[in-house]
């Protein structure tokens, strides 16, 4: 199988690579639930692949990051004390 990044490599879109134009476009659209309260995001099929490829260029995961809403709701890490 043939990677994300290696299918468009040399590829040229009006003189910037596909690579490029991938890592830099929006693609934030957050699912329901995903990273809820601090739990993992877990990817599948070509998201996979798409993540793995991605998290090479950038070192982190841009795919699942896009994925995870801006305002959900994180666990109190506080210590008990910090929380009263």
Do not use: W
């Amino acid at each position: 199988m043939t990677s994300y990044t290696a299918r468009f490599e040399d590829r040229t879109y009006f003189g910037h690579s596909l690579i490029q134009k991938t890592i830099n476009e929006n693609n934030y659209n957050p699912f329901p639930g995903f990273g809820e309260k601090g739990k993992a995001v877990r990817l599948n099929g070509e998201d996979e692949i798409k993540s793995k490829d991605l998290f090479q260029i950038n070192q982190f995961n841009l795919v699942a990051s896009d994925r995870i809403a801006l305002n959900r709701t994180l666990l109190d890490a506080r210590k008990k004390a910090c929380r009263e």
